[in-house]
C-alpha cells in the first residue's frame, strides 16, 4: 500500500515539474506587448529645424526702426510693422508716386524734432523751468510721440489714414506739432538764463 503511494506521488512530481518548465518557456518566447520605436534622424532634424524669420516690411532705418519700436505694443513689433507699411500706402496716394513716402516721413520727423526740453527745478523757494539740448535719438522720440498723439485727434477712422494725413500735414507746415515745437523753443529762449541751473538742487 505504502509502495503505491510513494509511486503516485513520484509521478504527480515530475508531472507538475514538466508543467512548470513548459510555461516558463512560453513565457520567455512571448512576444512584448508595446514595442519602443527610437526616433530616426530625419525627424530629429525636422525637430531641430529653426522656423525661418519672417523678413521685415519696413525699411531697415533707424528713424524707421525707433517708430516702429514706439508704435509697439505687448511685443507685437510685426503688427506696427504692417500698421506703418500700411500707413505709407495712404500716403503715397496723397504725395504721388513721383516721391517716396518714406523719404517724407523721415522729413516730417526731423521738422518736427525740437531741439530743447523743458526741465522744472527749485531754486530756493522758487519753480524755475531749465532748457537742456536733446541729443538726435531724443528729438526724435519727441517728434514721433507728438505725431502718433495729434493722429489719435484726427477725425479719419483707422489708424494708418490718421496717422498719414498727420504726417502728410507735417511736410506741408500746418500741422499742431508744429506749433508745440514752437511753444517750447520760445519757453527755452525765454527761460535762457536758467540753463546753468542743476537739477535737483535747492539754493
Known amino acids: ?104 516721413l523721415l522729413e516730417s520727423i526731423t521738422i518736427a524734432s525740437p531741439l530743447f526740453k523743458l526741465s522744472s527745478t527749485k531754486k530756493g523757494s522758487k519753480v524755475v523751468h531749465v532748457p537742456t539740448a536733446l541729443r538726435d535719438r531724443q528729438r526724435r522720440r519727441r517728434a514721433i510721440v507728438w505725431m502718433l498723439e495729434a493722429a489719435k485727434k484726427r477725425a479719419e477712422k483707422t489708424f494708418e489714414e490718421r496717422f498719414a494725413a498727420e504726417v502728410y500735414d507735417v511736410s506741408q507746415g500746418v500741422s499742431s506739432v508744429l506749433q508745440k515745437k514752437q511753444q517750447v523753443h520760445k519757453q527755452a529762449l525765454a527761460n535762457r538764463a536758467n540753463s546753468h541751473v542743476s537739477y535737483n538742487t535747492q539754493r
Open 1 to 104: 500500500m505504502s509502495s503505491t503511494i510513494l509511486q503516485t506521488l513520484r509521478q504527480n512530481g515530475a508531472s507538475m515539474f514538466k508543467f512548470q518548465s513548459l510555461w516558463i518557456r512560453s513565457m520567455s518566447t512571448a512576444p512584448a506587448t508595446s514595442t519602443i520605436i527610437p526616433e530616426t534622424t530625419e525627424q530629429t532634424a525636422t525637430n531641430l529645424t529653426p522656423k525661418p524669420i519672417p523678413e521685415s516690411i519696413v525699411p531697415n532705418n533707424e528713424t524707421v526702426s525707433q517708430l516702429v519700436n514706439t508704435l509697439m505694443r505687448d511685443g507685437k513689433k510685426a503688427r506696427a510693422q504692417r500698421l506703418i507699411s500700411d500707413s505709407m500706402k495712404h500716403l503715397s496716394k496723397k504725395i504721388g508716386t513721383e516721391s517716396d513716402p518714406y523719404d517724407v
